[in-house]
């Protein structure tokens, strides 16, 4: 018989909240960056993004975890080691798990090994949170203590569609019951391709009465799980991911009775999984402005940090040197040793230590990690920067770029909107998982001798990489959604892109069903010949490339893709507004209207024809949505338009005409071109009055 002491260490170690973080992504969303770091170990807002887990987790009442380890497991197990977490009181364990792919592996070594004991929390590293997890462990446990079917707990939120922490082109439809929150049906509802009906079994609604479908979920990649999870991932080997295999697999299932359900956050609540460079950004702001609470700047979670915040959201770290004429307007962070030069803005960005940021310099919405240089008159928008990174004179990184560890840029050069760079060539082999293949590639690549200064500038150092790599995560998901998930790709500019689209796309249904391979082939053509428009119009921004080689290459194109001028017009007028800085977007709509945007577009704005269709695809972009803002640009573009004869009087008279029925956000969006119009009609009635005033003399 054993002995009671023995019996109460098992009844403690049953009774220990446990946790299960993998700290392998399984993509290559942050590539080049991953190039030497796993994604958990990057910095957000500075701070390494496992700290914010493992605070989650320690706050949650988590009192053991496991930390399942890929590729770079050395390098996770040494940060946790001369961590703070070394000496928190919570046990963690580092596993090193070399041979996992995806999440189901992971589980399937969970269960081989026999890690945990009782109901656990599954979570990746990259997530941050500030739920009350024990009260979702609980409902969990009460739920299961009634009902051992009730198998796994997924955390949801509700947020409007515009949400900028939205996984756009991942997102998730859930038909769920209102009272128990029993999910009872999962689908995908990404933006490619485009669905236009879900359908609902009859026996749903036998079963459940008040059903609820729910498009307004963010998955915030929380799991609460029974030791029935990772069991059933041991049964079906063919289950690699979370969602679109295991729970389907368990719904839709005719042998199992086992259930899952959603825990809906609190509004005041927040998780969400740093699961791309998009999402890096809205998290990166959220924690900013302090959405997080308390897992903000000033609280230095980390014990490597001491941040104090001053007002509009500015957060610095001592000592910082700061020009007289330097300017931080807002939702700025700076680490230690880091100093900024004389008439420089830094607006909505984060700077790592030991930084030097030159005089002239404009850094807006962008993540500079340590120990990076930007040199005098450079512009950065909405970019990221890897550590030791040089930025030399008067260059300007574009939206979107990413810039892998040592990179150097310039001088004088313009980086396209979102570049890659790193210091290894690209290859197959580095297009792998962010940690995985990378690390394998980083032992065995080859140094390149030679660099491609037409890309990198005289001084540069370093090589482009595809703008959109192979992913491998979900094979069957359309690549194009994989755009949504790129620094850069905000709302207003995803749904610029989108709505350029939804036209062919909603076509007619019936056809659609009749014919989807032929559908899909078409998609597939359109996607391709936008990837390549895109390409060529952004030569416009490299020097040394003038309209003309831009305009011939365009119709060059065009003809290969066997598209019209429509489709032309359709790709470059979003492409024109995208250039716009929309934080001073009256002078910025002029200097590119005036530097190139003006002599493009009139190449294809010809006809009245022609002219109506590009104030019909500006009206279309500024409106997609009701808060874009696209939408304060649209004045001043359509005035411009006017001025550079892009769209002449009678265009416009008859455009305004054709809209009047508009509604919603398209009515919002018509109504803003009343002071011009309104300026049009009296200088016609003048020209009239002087014009009869003419032929009263005459007679």
Not at 84 to 102: A, E, F, H, M, Q
Not at 217 to 230: A, E, R, T
Not at 392 to 402: L, M, P, Q, R
Not at 498 to 514: A, C, H
Request: aromatic content about 8%; charged content about 25%.
């Amino acid at each position: 018989m054993p002995s009671k002491q023995g019996s109460n260490r098992n009844l403690e170690a049953e009774e220990a909240l446990q946790a299960v973080v993998v700290a392998d992504s399984f993509n290559n969303r942050f590539q080049p960056l991953t190039q030497e770091l796993p994604r958990c170990l990057l910095p957000l807002v500075n701070v390494p993004l496992i700290e914010y887990t493992l605070e989650f987790l320690a706050v949650g009442g988590i009192q053991e975890i496991y930390v399942l380890t890929c590729a770079y497991g050395d390098k996770i197990k040494q940060y946790l080691k001369t961590s703070k977490w070394n000496k928190s009181g919570i046990k963690i364990t580092t596993v090193d798990t070399p041979g996992l792919r995806s999440m189901g592996d992971a589980l399937r070594e969970v269960d081989r090994k026999g890690l945990v004991k009782s109901d656990f929390v599954l979570i990746s590293g990259d997530v941050v949170s500030n739920m009350n997890l024990e009260k979702a462990i609980t409902v969990h446990k009460t739920r299961r203590s009634t009902d051992k079917n009730a198998i796994m707990t997924m955390v949801v939120k509700s947020a409007s569609d515009h949400h900028r922490t939205r996984a756009r082109g991942e997102e998730a439809l859930f038909v769920i019951d209102a009272k128990t929150h029993e999910c009872v049906h999962y689908e995908t509802s990404e933006v490619y391709p485009k669905k236009t009906r879900t359908e609902l079994e009859l026996e749903w609604f036998q079963k459940h009465p008040d059903l609820q479908v729910r498009n307004d979920f963010i998955d915030c990649q929380v799991d609460i799980c029974s030791l029935d999870v990772p069991a059933l991932f041991q049964e079906n080997f063919d289950y690699q991911h979370i969602r679109t295999d295991f729970v389907r697999g368990v719904l839709e299932s005719d042998v199992l009775t086992s259930t899952i359900h959603c825990y809906v956050l609190e509004d005041d609540q927040y998780a969400s999984r740093v699961r791309s460079t998009h999402t890096y950004d809205s998290v990166s702001k959220d924690i900013i402005t302090r959405w997080t609470y308390p897992m903000v700047p000033d609280n230095n979670i980390s014990d490597d940090t001491l941040y104090y915040m001053s007002r509009r959201h500015v957060y610095l770290e001592n000592p910082v040197f700061l020009a007289r004429s330097s300017v931080l307007t807002s939702r700025v962070i700076l680490g230690s040793s880091t100093s900024v030069d004389s008439d420089t803005t830094i607006s909505e960005s984060t700077i790592g230590r030991d930084c030097k940021i030159g005089a002239g310099v404009t850094i807006d919405g962008s993540y500079i990690w340590e120990s990076c240089e930007v040199k005098s008159k450079c512009k950065l928008q909405e970019c990221i920067l890897g550590k030791n990174v040089v930025i030399h004179e008067n260059t300007v990184i574009s939206i979107g770029c990413i810039l892998g560890s040592g990179v150097q840029v310039g001088p004088n050069i313009v980086l396209p909107p979102f570049s890659k760079l790193s210091t290894r060539r690209y290859s197959e082999d580095s297009t792998g998982v962010d940690t995985k293949n990378s690390e394998k590639y980083a032992d065995t690549a080859e140094l390149a001798p030679v660099y491609d200064r037409k890309v990198v500038g005289a001084k540069g150092r370093g090589y482009l990489w595809p703008s959109i790599p192979f992913e491998n995560d979900l094979e069957d998901l359309d690549s194009r959604n994989y755009l949504f998930t790129e620094i850069g790709r905000s709302a207003e500019y995803a749904g610029a892109i989108q709505s350029l689209n939804d036209t062919d796309e909603e076509g007619d249904d019936e056809e659609d069903d009749d014919d989807d391979s032929q559908g899909n082939a078409g998609s597939d053509d359109e996607f391709s010949w936008k990837e390549e428009a895109g390409k060529t119009l952004r030569q416009v921004l490299v020097p040394g490339h003038t309209v003309e080689d831009v305009a011939t290459e365009l119709n060059t194109t065009k003809f290969a893709h066997n598209v019209t001028f429509n489709d032309i017009r359709a790709s470059l007028v979003p492409f024109v507004i995208g250039q716009i800085d929309l934080s001073n977007h009256s002078a910025s709509a002029k200097e590119v209207m005036q530097s190139w945007g003006a002599k493009l577009l009139s190449k294809y704005a010809k006809s009245e024809d022609d002219q109506l269709d590009c104030l019909q695809v500006l009206h279309d972009i500024c409106a997609d949505q009701a808060e874009s803002p696209y939408k304060k640009v649209f004045p001043t573009m359509l005035r411009l338009f006017y001025e550079n004869d892009i769209a002449d009087e009678d265009a416009i008279m008859k455009w305004y005409g054709s809209t009047a029925r508009a509604t919603g956000a398209l009515a919002q969006v018509r109504e803003l071109a009343a002071p011009l119009i309104k300026f049009l009609q009296e200088a016609d009635e003048e020209s009239e009055e002087e014009s009869g005033e003419e032929d009263d003399e005459s007679d």
